[in-house]
């Protein structure tokens, strides 16, 4: 079937400008994250959905970024007043639910370039 | 808080050389993953171990559960090109749930 979707693929924006950038899981995954990879380091975690619990946003590194998941499915990361340190990778990654731990099953990511 | 650590962060091997990553946790965990990222890729989910001590092999990769489940290891015998990438490992954030603490990744460059 069909994996996880991200768009857009590469994004360029302006310092200051707002973008959003969307997630589709995996159909019938209820479990939602977002990462940040900068160029040739780690996954750094941004914030996790699950199903209709409060997010953990845990990881959203400031106030500028915030994240929404409608009917549970399609989800879409927004960094408002971009700066250049906002540049990376996001990586969206949806996976099963339950009283284990599930693989996660990563999209193709969206380049971020704040220029 | 929870940490988990690889070594090495670099490993560059010719063709036909061995290859291991470790991993530490701060932290007992209740199971291990790994994903492997090719260049240019994202992470692809390769195998997880649950039990202590537990060894499981695919292909030429043998992968390792450290009998305090404090360590896992991965194992990559007579590298080829197509091994190119960085590996992760990842711990369940706060042993508990679906969140996932992801070390810092070895990244694997392999000369032909």
């Known amino acids: 079937g069909a994996g996880v979707s991200q768009s857009p693929s590469n994004k360029v924006t302006e310092k200051g400008k707002d973008v959003e950038l969307r997630c589709d899981p995996i159909s019938g995954h209820t479990a939602l994250y977002w990462y940040r990879q900068s160029l040739g380091q780690g996954l750094e975690f941004l914030i996790y959905f699950q199903g209709n619990s409060a997010p953990d946003k845990s990881g959203l590194p400031s106030d500028r970024f915030s994240a929404e998941r409608t009917g549970g499915s399609v989800s879409t990361l927004t960094i408002q007043r971009t700066q250049q340190e906002d540049s990376a990778v996001y990586l969206c990654?949806?996976?099963?639910f339950g009283t284990g731990t599930y693989e996660q099953y990563f999209g193709p990511g969206t380049r971020l370039t704040v220029t | 808080g929870q940490q988990v650590m690889q070594i090495p962060q670099y490993q560059h091997v010719q063709e036909g050389e061995d290859f291991t990553t470790y991993c530490n946790s701060s932290?007992?965990?209740?199971?291990i993953q790994w994903y492997k990222q090719r260049p240019g890729g994202h992470p692809v989910f390769l195998i997880q171990?649950?039990?202590?001590?537990e060894v499981k092999k695919q292909k030429r990769l043998t992968f390792q559960f450290g009998e305090a489940k404090k360590n896992s290891s991965l194992h990559i015998t007579a590298t080829q090109t197509t091994d190119v990438g960085t590996y992760f490992c990842?711990?369940?954030?706060?042993?508990?749930?679906?969140?996932?603490?992801f070390g810092g990744g070895t990244r694997l460059m392999v000369k032909p």
């Open positions: 932290t007992t965990l209740s199971n």
């Open positions: 990842a711990g369940p954030h706060n042993n508990a749930g679906n969140m996932l603490t």
């Open positions: 171990l649950v039990k202590s001590g």
């Open positions: 990654a949806s996976s099963l």
